[in-house]
């Protein structure tokens, strides 16, 4: 079998790369570990990054200085994509609507009753409708409840979390400042309607402020002392979890996700990084946060806008195919398979957010299960992962048949087994056994790209990394990967600038164009 393949070259990474070339040169302490690891392997020390960014002074400036980073930053495209994008969203709420569960009526009455006092006392909440709900919010300045504190503890694609404190309490929050708009609207709306649930992150209060003539939006939400599960992870040295342990996460967050999922709201950005704990060590409570991605489309109406960071997104969306909440089982399936190995099961062999490369492996759900680190997972959890990295969205495992399998209901395999009457479903073709490398999974259900027919699929690279190391991948902060992924990603806003065909002098272009025909030349 033959272990060579070339990424193709890709224009864009190929910029991305110059660009973090000269980075480094400037800012080589924004990077740390060492360029021999695989490329999820980078150790982003987040702490380390958040002090330096402490700012001093007033809590109003602080928060002031927060949105003016918003639009000034340097990374304002980014936050101008986040914060432009996309359209209004009502939220209907027919209470005789069969979508919303007995559970999802109560969470909506537990929801309006947060704050009881403001809604009698200061009638600050925007008003609801039959048709339309919104989420209570507070006008005045929020520094009349709160204690704006310099610690930053998180920085995240639309802005920074920082930490608060309740005055009359002198309890600790999280502070997430949202530039107001349709998206953040969107967010808090959606994260307001489900933050009730346990393995979701509550929300406490919410401010509509405005800070120098930039209308915001404030959210205070629970302070989660464990931080995401990405840096817990990482700074345990990524190193596998348990079956045991991974599927106690996958319980709690697949919990969030089915309450999602019967509301008809998808979350859409699944990542480690937006999975808070409660505390470091056993007991933990994993939570679910960050809904700048989440959406509740229209019955019947699958979503359309690519979301999601590369790491964890579906072929569907990457192929800006229509797609539906099942873009979350695909995220969940890669949480897992990180969790389970240390590695995520697709990426740029260049470290880079998205190749051309990475694309196509994940076009043809084309991973791997090497020995080292699979041999000791169970033919259970591995079946559960080809389930949820199906390419086709309909073939894909749904929420409630996850939470049904054995490495999430606790039970045990041998009995599992016995009940089925045989070991894990095995697909005909749907894996290869490659004696020095491991299972080679290909998704027999994936469809051939058109050029691509009766061509031989080359192993992927990442196989022969993961293996021999063959390749040292660069490697970045994760943030910096979110972030330019994101740039190239997100389409639901209005500055995206579309190349002319006629006139463009991109080289993939001119390669494309070499082979089709058909794509008119341009004298560059
Ligand atoms: N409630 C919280 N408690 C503790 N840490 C938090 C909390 N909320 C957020 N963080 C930290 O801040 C980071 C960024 O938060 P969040 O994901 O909400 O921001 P974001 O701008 O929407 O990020 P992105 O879209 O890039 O995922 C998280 O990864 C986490 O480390």
Known sequence: MMFEYEEDEDPMEQQQQKDLNKKDEHHSSDYSGSPQENPFRFSFDKAKRAQSMYVTSSS??????????????????????VLNATSELNIDVDFSDDDLSPSVQRKICFCASQNPKETQEQGQRQPKTS????FPYHTHQITEDYTISAEIIGIGESGKVMACYKKVSGE?????????????????????????????????DIYENTFDNV??????VEFLEGGDLLSQFESQGSQPLSEKKVGEIIRQIGNA?????????????????????????????YKLGDYGFAKRPERNVLMESPCCTPFYAPPEVLGRERYDKSCDMWSLGVAMYILLCGYPPFYSMQGAALSPGMRSRIAKGYYAFPHEEWDIVSAESKEDIRCLLRTNPSDRMTIHELMATPLVTGEDLEIARKKRGSSAVNIPGANEECEDIGEIHIDPFAEEEPDQVN??????????????????????????????????MRMGHDQIYVQNPSTTCNTLFARRRAVHLSIPRVQC
Request: some cysteine; overall charge neutral.
């Open 455 to 488: 061509e031989e699929l080359p192993i992927p690279k990442s196989v022969r990394f993961l293996r021999d190391g063959v390749k040292a991948p660069r490697l970045h902060s994760i943030q910096e990967e979110v972030g330019r992924a994101m740039e190239i």
């Open 172 to 204: 600790k929050f999280a502070l997430k400042v949202l530039r107001d708009g349709p998206k953040a609207r969107r967010e808090v709306e959606l994260h307001w309607l489900t933050c009730g649930h346990e393995n979701v992150v509550t929300i406490l």
């Open 131 to 134: 048709l339309t709900v919104s």
């Open 60 to 81: 109003e400036d602080l928060i002031a200085y927060s949105t003016r980073h918003l639009l000034d930053s340097p990374t304002a495209v980014q936050r101008s994509l």
């Open 257 to 285: 996700v089915m309450y999602l999922h019967d509301m008809n709201i998808a979350h859409r950005d699944i990542k480690l990084e937006n999975i808070l704990c409660s505390k470091t060590g056993d007991d933990c409570i």
């Open 215 to 220: 209308k915001c939006l404030l959210m205070v």
